[in-house]
């Protein structure tokens, strides 16, 4: 048997699965939606949920869209991770503390000083 042979034919092989892969284009685009807990007034903090928004779509060429809520719109400021549990939406955007009579480790995220880093 002749190793180059078969390197040869496993090459082709290759070159001929690579051609009869789907293309990345074919795919659908996405959207979803995202519940903040913030109003729109707080710029700084509001402001960085459509700054992400915007930077997904223009990595994904547009193919991965993310609407963003102010809160209150979609559901209650303290109900948006309720709203993702529920499947109301896809994402929330908050600070996770509020959140500590739920989970105490929502509180790891962003509260305990000294934390995980």
Not at 1 to 13: F, P, T, V, Y
Not at 17 to 39: E, K
Not at 43 to 67: L, M, N, P, R, W
Not at 81 to 94: F, I, L, P
Request: net charge positive.
């Amino acid at each position: 048997m002749d190793r180059r042979s078969i390197l040869k034919h496993a090459g082709i092989a290759g070159v001929l699965a690579a051609g009869a892969a789907p293309a990345v284009h074919a795919q659908a685009s996405i959207r979803w939606r995202l519940a903040s807990s913030f109003p729109k007034s707080l710029d700084t903090i509001y402001g960085t949920a459509e700054v992400f928004s915007k930077k997904v779509s223009e990595a994904t060429s547009g193919k991965f869209q993310i609407s963003v809520h102010a809160g209150g719109e979609l559901m209650p400021a303290f109900g948006v991770v309720d709203g993702v549990q529920n499947a109301s939406v896809e994402m929330a955007h908050t600070a996770p503390y509020y959140f500590y009579g739920k989970d105490p480790t929502f509180c790891l995220g962003c509260a305990v000083p000294f934390g995980l880093n």
